[in-house]
């Protein structure tokens, strides 16, 4: 080891010693270059000068020390440590004007401070400098063994970045991308900006495998052509931490991540309207149903930022349970509320627990998003779909009724618009309950929002891609045509909130779910920006391929918000009220009636029957094994049902009630 390794392994007091006494040997050669200078000589006639070589370094070390430059760790210095360098050495030479002056030196020229000054900073600073750079040197990587990057953005972030990969073992940054074309040819920190147009060069010259984003502030629609411009290109698009994350503290700047598909297929998101948020939430008590899951989880975190008197998590799942009331009591404890978190484990399906938990805590709000939402397996589980998705919604419904709940939003979907499946259906059911429940009450303002697929949630397709590009493909799709609409978890649980507030009872809210997506078009976008290439007839050696599996059981090609075509628009602009028909409240108990005999019984042809009967335009596009060829499977799928004489079909409009 050399004797400069041997000084940079030595402990902290040690290397804050040496700093000490290298200072008070550098201040007294400062003041002897500082008369050299003046005088023209190496052997200047210093006069009563010669004291400031003594007092010099102790007015010096004194004020560096308050300045906490011998805390400073050197190979870290960076800007703050510069300006307390500055500041301390013009400290220190007004200090050596003063007292001359006081002490009436004589021989000594005025312009001796000012270079002093000069030469001090030098001194000082430089030492320093040189000891960083030799210790970056002496631990830099080889070039060789760091990957080769481009930073797209040069603004400030993009050059903090620069810094922060500076020491990095894995990557070498090489130039930076930006759109202005007033910085093109600039440096930064020695780096050179080029327009995006000399990407595709840049990565050819310099063997790039990787581009960084460092543009936290811009916009959603921005950042997406950004993305989509490089999805061309056969690099690996990471990007840095949001500019929310990194003020919080939750990331730093070198903590760049992959491309989130929010901000792949997301949108700029409609100011929230805060009285909106709050209408229904502060200073109630407020309660929701499968509080644990994608979305119920996402209400919860936004509505104890509303700051309501209590907030009940009612949640089958114990451990589902566990997770969210450990992150809410830690928002609790950062963000400083002091919001009661109530866990209760309980089923939507037992009457006799949402009574005692409404009862006992009084509940103002209930947000109902307890629900069975995976196609496949409610397909291959009908009876449970039904039990929870229509019984649970009925006896939570009726629950809040007889204890006077003010406010219920039930979370439905899209897939309750003429569905092809039992989860659809089922779900649909669940809106037919709260319209015709709405009808009886003037206590409790019913109401339902439906939307589409959220991104991130469980059953979504983005992790599911993810995880097979991870493993090396193949990804499955379903269907080379199917599409689907997108929205974040946290914009769909705002204008949830926000949709409920604008209720007056047995309103369908629709959400503005954007522009729909092909979901094998996703499937690319994610490979590309990988840094991959699809495997397929016309690339036979890419890295991987996009196998097409057959729809699933009760899958749709694509989803629809409305099951009649009006729908009006509301006072925030992605919230739309439909005008939709309607059973009325008798029809309604006679339907859950059946249901409920069918499920003790395991019927499952009754189910269909009813569901066949009272959902409009069930078309099923799978059976259970038992109906297949059963006379009720004919009708079925004729879809020509005689409905039932005891539960007349009089739809009626909607009305706010």
Known sequence: MSTIQTLFALPRWQKRIIMLGTDIVLIPAAIWISFALRLSTWAPNLNEGKWLLLVAPLAAVIIFAKLGLYRSIIRFMGIKALQSVIIGVTLSTIVLWAIAELAHWQGIPRSIYL????????????????????????????????????????????AQLATALEHSEHYKVIAFLDDNHSLHKSLIQGLTIHPPTQSEQLIEDHGIKHIFLAMPLISHHRKRQIIHSLEKLPVHVRTIPTMTELLSGQRSIDEVREIDIDELLGRDTVEPNKVLLSTCIKEHRVMVTGAGGSIGSELCRQIIRQQPTCIVLYELTEYALYQIEQELLEINRSENYQVPIIPVLGSVQDRKRLDDTLSNYTIDTLYHAAAYKHVPLVEHNPIEGIRNNTLGTYHTAQAALAHQVKHFVLISTDKAVRPTNVMGASKRMAELVLQGIATQSSSTCFSMVRFGNVLGSSGSVVPLFRKQIQQGGPITVTHPDIIRYFMTIPEAAQLVIQAGALAKGGEVFLLDMGEPVKIVDLARRMIHLKGLTVKDETNPNGDIAIQFSGLRPGEKLYEELLIDSDAETTSHPRIRRAQEDYLSWQQVQQIISVLQYACSQYDIATIYQTLFEHVKGFAPTHLPDGLKNSSANQSCISNSVTPSPAIPLTFKPITAH
């Open 115 to 158: 270079i002093y000054w000069g030469t001090a900073l030098l001194l000082i600073g430089g030492s320093r400098y040189l000891m960083r750079r030799y210790y970056q040197l002496l631990n830099q990587h080889p070039n060789n063994q760091r990957s080769p990057i481009l930073i797209y953005g040069a603004g400030q972030s993009g």
